[in-house]
């Protein structure tokens, strides 16, 4: 709607007085003087007026000077575009934090607030668009909150709104800004001060973002010990890790918890250092630590084992065991020994240390990891030995299964060939490769996968789609006459056969049309990729005979090479 009250109505006149302003008959302001506006041509007398605010319509305006009606005129009031804005209840935004895009109409006096929906949209400089959804304007204002996007620069609201009685429709556009929040990071240890050695203690780290941000940060904290690592633990949706080890160190310890900042939501932190201290064993004791607290089959592992003793520092040698298994021995060096294995099957391992004694210390047991390793995660590639081909062509797809990090080693099992979600073929695996040969896939872009089914120790996983073209074979086509030179009446039968031509194969099918130098004088179907054409209707002369084979949903067509058939 336009802003009526800019209307504004001129009153002019030669002598001085008052005038009063009429809309449709009604009058719509107390009389007013005439100012006097004197200049070089003329003396005139004259005042502007602006009229209150009018709906869209047509008005007849007029105005009464000393008395006297002037004659009217026409004013049309048509429906415009509205005055809005669009603002954000917080530019610069943090991540975490809440967010509204309010939309306000600024309504003239006496005028109707825009009415209906507004949709509103999320959108950035790489083209992504987000339909948020749509808010009610009540009085002329409506809001919609704006989530978190993971982009630092370069974010826009678009909010549209669409035409009522009195406004047309149109869109406005508000650029805002999302930073990284940045966090505090917390750490309790349990016990609080101290321990004695090898006695299990559990780490607490809290990460919160701070104010304005209110979420919680994800992701994982480091734990460490003097600047050491101890581990790592993954955060809960509360913003919590927790972590228990065993600190194996006799003495005093600085503990800190550190969480790293995850790409464009949270910034990193450092806990402030806890002060522990590890008190010495009453007697020859023995424990065991990990790096990591599971793993995936194939990743490196490495356990510590210390020993200790009031007396002094142990010697000798410790088995690590799983269960009553024996997987490596190693020799203590200043009372600690390691190990690393990246063969530990799928399974949950009771892994421990066997301190064997030497002659001042007698054999002693650690106390018990129960760790788990799972499955590594696996890729699968699909790669085609020819793309395009063409029909009848020998085509070897390969899918290659690949372990991820930090896993290794090689997965074996099946490997499923799909065409469109439909199986046509299974490959085994062998050095972590299938292959499927085939000669009969259709002629037409394929969309092939390849569905590794997975193995005890690699689950399955499914290759992007390849799509395989495949083209129209090429042709040959060869003919032949039994009797040439033939005499006028006398029976002669041309012979044409249509070969595919290599690396494709099959048999055409479709038609041959049999011409003398150019004209069509018979056609057949193939049988078979061949087909006979017997006559004795050839006039006296030399005849240029030529066979043209006009292709089939498979094979593209082709014309014979000449012969000339003399009839005497």
């Not at 000798?316 to 298994?325: N, P, Q």
């Not at 099946?414 to 439909?422: L, P, R």
């Not at 055409?508 to 056609?523: C, K, Y």
Request: proline content about 6%; glycine content about 10%; some cysteine.
């Amino acid at each position: 709607m336009q802003t009526y009250p800019n209307t504004i109505v001129s009153v002019g006149n030669s002598d001085p007085g008052s005038a009063q302003v009429f809309v449709n008959g009604v009058s719509h302001s107390s009389p007013f003087a005439l100012a006097y506006f004197p200049d070089e041509y003329s003396t005139s007398y004259y005042s502007r007026k602006a009229l209150p605010t009018l709906l869209p319509g047509n008005y007849t305006v007029s105005a009464r000077v000393n008395g006297v009606m002037t004659p009217p005129i026409s004013l049309d009031v048509v429906v415009g575009q509205p005055a809005v804005t669009l603002g954000m209840s917080a530019d610069p935004s943090v991540w975490g934090q809440p967010r509204t895009a309010n939309f306000v109409h600024t309504v003239p006096a006496g005028a109707t607030p825009l009415s209906g929906d507004v949709t509103f949209f999320l959108m950035d400089y790489n083209g992504y668009s987000q339909n948020l959804g749509d808010a009610t304007l009540v009085a002329g204002v409506a809001s919609m909150t704006i989530p978190d996007y993971l982009m630092v620069w370069g974010l826009y609201v678009f909010a549209a709104w669409s035409a009522d009685a009195n406004y047309l429709a149109g869109s406005i556009t508000a650029a805002f800004t999302i930073n990284t929040a940045d966090t505090t990071t917390s750490l309790v240890a349990n016990p609080v001060a101290n321990s004695t050695f090898a006695d299990p203690v559990q780490l607490t780290a809290t990460v919160a973002g701070v104010a304005p941000s209110t979420t919680a940060p994800p992701g994982s904290v480091t734990f460490k010990r003097d600047g050491v690592l101890l581990g790592t633990a993954p955060l809960n949706g509360a913003g919590q890790a927790v972590f228990t080890t065993r600190i194996i160190n006799v003495g005093g310890h600085t503990l800190t918890a550190e969480y790293g900042a995850t790409a464009g939501k949270y910034n990193a932190s450092v806990s402030a250092d806890v002060a522990f201290t590890v008190a010495a064993p009453a007697s020859t004791v023995a424990a065991i630590g990990s790096t990591v607290l599971g793993s995936v089959f194939g990743q490196t592992v490495t356990f510590t084992v210390v020993v200790a003793n009031p007396g002094g520092t142990p010697t000798g040698t410790v088995e690590y065991r799983d269960g009553a298994a024996v997987l490596g021995t190693r020799s203590l060096v200043g009372g600690i020994a390691t190990f690393s294995i990246a063969s530990l099957s799928v399974a949950t391992h009771s892994i421990y240390g066997h301190y064997n004694g030497d002659g001042t210390y007698g054999a002693v047991d650690s106390n018990t990891l129960t760790f788990v390793v799972a499955q590594c995660p696996s890729t699968t590639a699909l790669a085609s030995s020819a793309n395009p081909s063409v029909h009848g062509q020998s085509v070897t797809l390969t899918a290659t299964v690949s372990p991820q990090s930090p896993g290794s080693g090689t997965p074996s099992g099946n490997v499923d060939f799909k065409n469109g979600g439909v199986w046509f073929a299974t490959g085994v695996l062998s050095s972590a490769q299938a292959t499927a040969t085939t000669s009969v896939l259709p002629t037409a872009v394929n969309h092939i996968t390849a569905e590794y089914l997975g193995d005890v120790q690699f689950p399955p996983s499914a290759s992007s789609t390849l799509n395989q073209t495949v083209n129209k074979c090429g042709t040959s086509t060869v003919l032949s006459v039994d009797i040439n030179p033939s005499r006028v009446g006398q029976l002669v039968t041309f012979s044409v056969t249509v070969n595919a031509v290599a690396p494709g194969s099959g048999v055409p099918t479709g038609t041959i049309s049999l011409r003398d130098n150019g004209v069509e004088i018979a056609n057949s179907a193939l049988t078979a990729g061949s087909v006979g054409f017997p006559t004795a209707a050839l006039a006296a002369g030399s005849h240029p005979i030529t066979a043209v084979y006009s292709s089939d949903a498979n094979f593209n067509g082709s014309t014979s090479a000449t012969t000339t058939q003399v009839v005497t």
